[in-house]
T-cell receptor
Framework: DAGVIQSPRHEVTEMGQEVTLRCKPISGHNSLFWYRQTMMRGLELLIYFNNNVPIDDSGMPEDRFSAKMPNASFSTLKIQPSEPRDSAVYFC????????????FGPGTRLLVL | AQSVSQHNHHVILSEAASLELGCNYSYGGTVNLFWYVQYPGQHLQLLLKYFSGDPLVKGIKGFEAEFIKSKFSFNLRKPSVQWSDTAEYFCAVSSNFGNEKLTFGTGTRLTIIP
């Protein structure tokens, strides 16, 4: 199994630009999570999907952030416009069983907004 | 709302020393508990998990954790650490009610001196 796949692994962009992060969950997993990791705030859950439907987006910082899951094998997290304070590592995770909740994490996307 | 406290922000030990990392959670109902590890430059990996049954849980690489319900604690232990255990360790909790949301602690950075 290839595990959770994220792209790009690194992204450097300028303030105001649109950024799109991509995630492919483990095949057969029906839940997908987006996290952000910073030194100041640690690991924060941004949003999660179950069966492609957003269940909880209370962690999405503001309207500049949006996430979609058009099908079971693909999700995007978009930031438009990006700001320097969005610089962080963004992790995607997936899990297979609603009650057992073992989440498998991807390698992350390291985002730097200048 | 759930919360997780990891009181040790940075722990430095010599090889072969014993390790105990504290984790306390706040939640009124039944919980699932997890320890994840993040090695330098890598993504989060599951070390061990507790859902029910024996409160002493054994994980990978010689780690174990004990769930003490009366103390709302889930401390991580290892009798003899190795240099390769240098990493950041995250405790996480979710409700056992069907909500998949994981709440992470702020993490403990462990440095092992050879």
């Amino acid at each position: 199994d290839a595990g959770v796949i994220q792209s790009p692994r690194h992204e450097v962009t300028e303030m105001g630009q649109e950024v799109t992060l991509r995630c492919k969950p483990i095949s057969g997993h029906n839940s997908l999570f987006w996290y952000r990791q910073t030194m100041m705030r640690g690991l924060e859950l941004l949003i999660y999907f179950n069966n492609n439907v957003p269940i909880d987006d209370s962690g999405m910082p503001e309207d500049r952030f949006s996430a979609k899951m058009p099908n079971a094998s693909f999700s995007t997290l978009k930031i438009q416009p990006s700001e320097p304070r969005d610089s962080a590592v963004y992790f995607c995770a997936s899990s297979s069983d609603r009650r057992q909740e073992t989440q498998y994490f991807g390698p992350g996307t390291r985002l730097l907004v200048l | 709302a759930q919360s997780v406290s990891q009181h040790n922000h940075h722990v430095i030990l010599s090889e072969a020393a014993s390790l105990e990392l504290g984790c306390n959670y706040s939640y009124g109902g039944t919980v699932n508990l997890f320890w994840y590890v993040q090695y330098p430059g890598q993504h989060l990996q599951l070390l061990l998990k507790y859902f029910s049954g024996d409160p002493l849980v054994k994980g990978i690489k010689g780690f174990e954790a004990e769930f003490i319900k009366s103390k709302f604690s889930f401390n991580l232990r290892k009798p003899s650490v190795q240099w390769s255990d240098t990493a950041e360790y995250f405790c996480a909790v979710s409700s056992n009610f069907g909500n998949e949301k994981l709440t992470f602690g702020t993490g403990t950075r462990l440095t092992i001196i050879p």
